[in-house]
Nanobody
Framework: VQLQASGGGLVQAGGSLRLSCAAS????????MAWYRQPPGKERELVAG???????DYHDSVKGRFTISRDSAKNTGYLQMNSLKTEDTAVYYC??????????????????WGQGTQLTVSS
């Protein structure tokens, strides 16, 4: 299963941006989708996650500003980011875990990552 992330760019502090993550391949079901980020010189961290049932979880630093959502029919996830701060500057990665069709008899799990998209928030 392949993930294609898009939507990053340069935005001023206080602005908004929406990231998208489209999954493709022989997908049986996507259980969880998530967004991670890696700020310059720091480790990758979980920003937000969403289950197949719609339950969400957020890093404390983005609560109230970011909203994760998904369109299961399109196998696509989104991260709406509002009130952006300079500290949100990072490379953002999408992640998806679920099941895929290997063949008629096997539906194994997958854990896929997108290629990363850069978000730069200027002051």
């Amino acid at each position: 299963v392949q993930l294609q992330a898009s939507g990053g760019g340069l935005v001023q502090a206080g602005g908004s941006l929406r990231l998208s993550c489209a999954a493709s391949g022989s997908i049986f079901k996507i259980n969880n989708m998530a967004w991670y980020r890696q700020p310059p010189g720091k480790e990758r961290e979980l920003v937000a996650g969403i289950t197949s049932g719609g339950s969400t979880d957020y890093h404390d630093s983005v609560k109230g500003r970011f909203t994760i959502s998904r369109d299961s029919a399109k196998n696509t996830g989104y991260l709406q980011m509002n009130s952006l701060k300079t500290e949100d500057t990072a490379v953002y990665y999408c992640n998806a875990r679920g099941l895929y069709y290997r063949d008629s008899y096997h539906i194994p799990g997958f854990n896929s990552w997108g290629q990363g998209t850069q978000l730069t928030v200027s002051s």
